[in-house]
């Protein structure tokens, strides 16, 4: 049986170098892999809870969905779809909530945080701020794993605790209505290590620190030029441990590139030459995928289509499991 990997997407800002090295890139090379199916989804639904405004959200779909299709990602073979396409999601979320365990939920993380955060300024509230939404993201997002049957879930380690939740219901479910779901797996991979950002910092949107992938040349040129450096001057010796350029570098180029500016960087290169350097070779690298990421923009009704394709096979498959999950619970035509 084909092994199956599912991962959202959520439909916040504009994707960046690091979501492409640790993310986009790995999912689009696994795609190719024989033997296994991908779901790949953005996670529109999820990105309500952030509080942003509608433009924003309707932005970072069109931006996120024009970044996976001009990078290459093959939507015969992988089905790439929107979360707010297969309404069976939001109704499997409503059976699984009646099974999770309110005590499961209130052990989350992301909920936790926020809890620490009143708790920590004083609020006679703890849960000031907190919607329903935020508290149960997790069964939102055990949904969307458990209704294709997903074996394997790519993701960042702080999104494995959702996973193990996912289980939980799934068991929960299983038990009571019998075997109707997989039981799901984490997969981190360690290997594509976490981007520094502009500030040597984690590349993050919450540092503000991103390179967004497909800026204009000029701009993208810009801000790359801001990377932070040391104070060593042209001819010293550099060191590449703890390099946001080297850093970043590293992650687009081969192993005998990598060695080259190794030595370059022993024999003294001018923080200005390497940041050119850098610039060159990703945007030698972009600038393919960047022409086809606009024109792409420019064409919002393909998108849309391409989407479109994506959730009619999704929910060729989410329509007859919604029914068979809802005769389990007792719930189908009266006269059956
Ligand atoms: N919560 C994930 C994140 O923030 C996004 C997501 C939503 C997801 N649903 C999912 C990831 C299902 C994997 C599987 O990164």
Excluded at 75 to 84: E, H, L, M, P, R
Excluded at 138 to 143: G, W
Excluded at 262 to 275: D, F, T
Excluded at 311 to 328: C, H, I, K, V
Aim: proline fraction near 5%.
């Amino acid at each position: 049986m084909n092994q199956v990997y599912l991962t959202g997407i959520t439909t916040t800002g504009t994707p960046h170098l690091g979501n492409y090295a640790g993310a986009i890139r790995p999912a689009i090379a696994a795609s190719q892999q024989p033997g296994t199916e991908h779901f790949y989804f953005l996670a529109d639904l999820h990105s309500l809870i952030k509080g942003i405004s509608p433009e924003e959200v309707r932005q970072s779909r069109m931006e996120i969905a024009a970044t996976w299709l001009a990078l290459g990602l093959d939507t015969d073979k992988a089905v790439f779809y929107c979360q707010s396409d297969i309404p069976e999601i939001p109704a499997l979320a409503w059976l699984l909530s009646c099974q999770a365990a309110k005590g499961l939920l209130n052990r989350a993380h992301a909920y936790k945080a926020v809890v620490q955060d009143n708790e920590q300024s004083g609020s006679k509230d703890p849960d000031k701020g907190i919607s329903m939404g935020l508290f149960s993201y997790p069964v939102l997002m055990a949904a969307d794993i458990l209704m294709f049957k997903a074996h394997k879930v790519p993701v960042g380690k702080d999104q494995v605790q959702h996973i193990e939740m996912a289980r939980d219901m799934a068991q929960r479910f299983n038990h009571h209505y019998g075997e109707h779901f997989v039981l799901p797996e984490a997969q981190v991979d360690t290997s594509t290590a976490l981007l520094a950002g502009l500030d040597g910092r984690k590349m993050s949107k919450s540092y503000n620190n991103t390179v967004p992938l497909f800026a204009p040349e000029k701009k993208f040129r810009k801000l790359l030029m801001k990377i932070k450096t040391n104070s060593l001057e042209p001819g010293e010796p550099k060191d590449t441990e703890g390099s946001a350029l080297f850093d970043i570098y590293s992650a687009f180029a081969s192993e005998a590139e990598i060695e080259a500016v190794r030595v370059q960087y022993a024999e003294g290169i001018a923080w200005g030459e390497m940041k050119q350097f850098l610039f060159e070779h990703l945007n030698t690298l972009l600038a393919e995928p960047r022409a086809k990421y606009d024109e792409l923009m420019n064409q919002p009704k393909l998108i849309g289509e391409v989407l479109e394709h994506g959730a009619t096979r999704a929910r060729s498959l989410s329509q007859p499991f919604m029914a068979e999950l809802y005769d389990a619970v007792g719930i189908k035509p009266m006269w059956q």
